[in-house]
């Protein structure tokens, strides 16, 4: 347990400063002043001031910040310096981030998303190329062969490979179980690889037969081949399948929300902080490789989650510079306060609400991913 919780919070503060470090490199780029690049959360453990940035260390070791100078009164209105402040400030005006062009601001704020998902093309490409990917061969398995059954007294053997069915290539189950539903009560002659020896079977296929058993009494599957992709092809690939990902993320997302406000219900298989704690163990009992795999998973619901257009999180900063965009002006500060109010409040809300799901499915026994 302690060792799970250790690289749960490794895991979240790399993903989450990652995702500030976006932030800061496109704010360095375009001459926007940084104030203070965090590891954690305040309160603040020390600091060391470099140039004109802080690079700080805080007690709660969950993620890191950056703070940009102006960025409180980012799309607030026009900000109007105190006499008070020093000569030093007000001639930094230009640098503050409020004061940048609507496309720098909106690049910095799209930076951490950005991250997050080349991240992850990065973690895919890396696996792909070094390690492999499990895809479904061309072959068809017998997994498991029922007690007198046709497939039984045929001669067919756990662990043989269906080659071919009346002369016709086998190179998917679902193949298997079409013909065979086309010629229930009919001889098929089948051919099948047992190691390096083929065999010819005939095999009849019942018309009537239990309900947990199918016409041949056989249990069929794809064989699973490992698949690597050069090192020049695996970039490619990687960014395919983060696309194919995120699709699925965003999918789930708009599931989550419908049934939240149209059923009233959360999904049995969302998972919160807590949650995702306990998939990090299982993951670290199957290995590295798995823990990379969900790292890039994590990574990619972090950027997606942080693009929604919901105030208090990125996409709802982008959603109001890009407002700014087009009606040219900027937002009143005391809307966007309380947009940012809402949203926060929404996020914690939903957020505490998934965290009760996960305590209660655990107090039940219920698994995280329903079998």
Same mark, same amino acid.
């Given at each position: 347990?302690?060792?799970? @919780?250790?690289?749960?919070?490794?895991?979240?503060?790399?993903? @989450?400063?990652?995702?500030?470090?976006?932030?800061? =490199?496109?704010?360095?780029?375009?001459?926007?002043?940084?104030?203070?690049?965090?590891?954690?959360?305040?309160? *603040?453990?020390?600091?060391?001031?470099?140039?004109?940035?802080?690079?700080?260390?805080?007690?709660?070791?969950?993620?890191?910040?950056?703070?940009?100078?102006?960025?409180?009164?980012?799309?607030?209105? *026009?900000?109007?310096?105190?006499?008070?402040?020093?000569?030093?400030?007000?001639?930094?005006?230009? *640098?503050?981030?409020?004061?940048?062009?609507?496309?720098?601001?909106?690049?910095?704020?799209?930076?951490?998303?950005?991250?997050?998902?080349?991240?992850?093309?990065?973690?895919?490409? =890396?696996?792909?190329? @070094?390690?492999?990917?499990?895809?479904?061969?061309?072959?068809?398995?017998?997994?498991?062969?029922?007690?007198?059954?046709?497939?039984?007294?045929?001669?067919?053997?756990?662990?043989?490979?269906?080659?071919?069915?009346?002369?016709?290539?086998?190179?998917?189950?679902?193949?298997?179980?079409?013909?065979?539903?086309?010629?229930?009560?009919?001889?098929?002659?089948?051919? =099948?690889?047992?190691?390096?020896?083929?065999?010819?079977?005939?095999?009849?296929? *019942?018309?009537?037969?239990?309900?947990?058993?199918?016409?041949?009494?056989?249990?069929?599957?794809?064989?699973?081949?490992?698949?690597?992709?050069?090192?020049?092809?695996?970039?490619?690939?990687?960014?395919?399948?983060?696309?194919?990902?995120?699709?699925?993320?965003?999918?789930?997302?708009?599931?989550?929300?419908?049934?939240?406000?149209?059923?009233?219900?959360?999904?049995?298989?969302?998972?919160?902080?807590?949650?995702?704690?306990?998939?990090?163990?299982?993951?670290?009992?199957?290995?590295?490789?798995?823990?990379?795999?969900?790292?890039?998973?994590?990574?990619?619901?972090?950027?997606? =989650?942080?693009?929604?257009?919901?105030?208090?999180?990125?996409?709802?900063?982008?959603?109001?510079?890009?407002?700014?965009?087009?009606?040219?002006?900027?937002?009143?500060?005391?809307?966007?306060?309380?947009?940012?109010?809402?949203?926060?409040?929404?996020?914690?809300?939903?957020?505490?609400?998934?965290?009760?799901?996960?305590?209660?499915?655990?107090?039940?026994?219920?698994?995280?991913?329903?079998?």
């Amino acid at each position: 347990m302690f060792v799970t @919780v250790i690289v749960f919070l490794l895991i979240l503060s790399f993903l @989450v400063l990652i995702h500030e470090a976006g932030h800061f =490199v496109v704010a360095k780029l375009f001459g926007i002043k940084v104030e203070e690049f965090g590891f954690g959360l305040p309160p *603040r453990v020390f600091g060391i001031k470099k140039g004109e940035t802080i690079y700080s260390i805080n007690w709660l070791p969950i993620g890191g910040f950056v703070k940009l100078y102006g960025e409180d009164e980012a799309g607030a209105g *026009r900000p109007k310096f105190k006499p008070q402040l020093s000569k030093a400030k007000v001639k930094d005006r230009n *640098r503050a981030f409020f004061a940048r062009p609507v496309w720098q601001r909106a690049l910095v704020v799209f930076a951490g998303v950005f991250m997050n998902f080349m991240l992850a093309v990065v973690i895919i490409s =890396v696996l792909f190329s @070094v390690v492999g990917v499990a895809t479904p061969g061309d072959k068809v398995v017998v997994d498991n062969i029922s007690k007198d059954s046709p497939a039984a007294t045929s001669g067919l053997k756990k662990g043989d490979l269906l080659l071919s069915i009346n002369g016709q290539k086998i190179t998917s189950a679902q193949q298997v179980i079409l013909y065979t539903r086309k010629h229930l009560g009919q001889k098929v002659a089948v051919q =099948v690889k047992d190691n390096s020896k083929i065999e010819n079977l005939t095999i009849v296929p *019942r018309k009537r037969y239990p309900a947990n058993e199918g016409p041949m009494g056989v249990e069929i599957s794809q064989n699973i081949i490992t698949q690597k992709y050069p090192w020049y092809k695996a970039p490619f690939t990687g960014t395919w399948e983060a696309l194919k990902q995120t699709g699925l993320i965003i999918s789930g997302l708009g599931m989550l929300f419908y049934q939240i406000f149209f059923r009233g219900s959360l999904p049995s298989d969302v998972a919160g902080p807590i949650g995702i704690a306990q998939l990090t163990g299982q993951f670290v009992q199957i290995g590295p490789s798995a823990v990379l795999s969900f790292i890039s998973l994590l990574s990619l619901n972090l950027a997606i =989650v942080n693009i929604l257009p919901v105030p208090a999180l990125d996409g709802g900063r982008l959603f109001f510079i890009l407002l700014e965009g087009i009606f040219r002006r900027k937002v009143n500060q005391k809307i966007e306060g309380y947009a940012h109010a809402i949203g926060m409040a929404f996020l914690l809300g939903l957020i505490l609400l998934i965290t009760l799901h996960d305590i209660i499915r655990i107090l039940t026994g219920q698994p995280l991913i329903p079998r």
